[in-house]
């Protein structure tokens, strides 16, 4: 695959509509990004006190790696979820357990709820587009995901989606429930 085909995705999804998956432009996105992030409800992102500034620092800095990757998803053109990507053996999680090739490790934040309100299945929708978009390499033979431990909807949104949980770590900034989606359970889910 090309750069531009690893980092841009478009997809219909029947009764759902147009998911587009874009990198972050931390200048472009910064009002977005800002917004979302500061949010109560955002407070396992780790960056609800985060200045505009700080918060374009951070954006900035992932921007310039080449083993980690932000990404807004778009359904027919409304930012609905910010996501992140990135090769555990360049990051701190990869210190509490084994990585094997082919890890690809994961974020996901959903944005505030469409402006009609919660809809039945939305989550779950989009986390499975995300997969999808993350798995397109067939290199990418497992998923890994570290939720903070105390965030019981995240963990259970993600076991119904198939990961399974591993152990519990301690990384640098929180205590994580390491949860692992291999491809082949990814595929038959």
């Known amino acids: 695959m090309t750069e531009f085909e690893t980092h841009r995705y478009e997809r219909d999804l029947a009764g759902f509509g147009r998911i587009t998956v874009r990198p972050v432009d931390p200048h472009a996105d910064l009002d977005l990004l800002h917004g979302w992030v500061s949010q109560a409800r955002a407070r396992f992102w780790g960056m609800r006190t985060a200045g505009r500034d700080r918060v374009r620092e951070i954006y900035e800095y992932l921007d310039g790696l080449d083993t980690h990757h932000a990404y807004l998803m778009h359904r027919d053109g409304t930012p609905v979820a910010l996501f992140q990507t990135y090769e555990p053996a360049a990051d701190p999680v ?39 978009f993350v798995l397109r390499d067939p290199e990418r033979r497992r998923v890994v ?45």
């Open 94 to 132: 990869g210190d509490c357990y084994d990585v094997l090739p082919g890890d690809i490790g994961v974020h996901l934040m959903i944005g505030p709820p469409p402006a009609g309100g919660p809809e039945p299945g939305f989550t779950g929708t989009l986390l499975s587009a995300f997969l999808d």
């Open 145 to 189: 995901a570290e939720p903070d431990a105390r965030n019981d909807k995240a963990i259970a949104r993600l076991t119904r989606a198939g990961f399974v949980p591993g152990p519990r770590v301690q990384l640098p900034e929180k205590p994580a429930q390491l949860m692992f989606l291999d491809r082949d359970r990814a595929a038959a889910g």
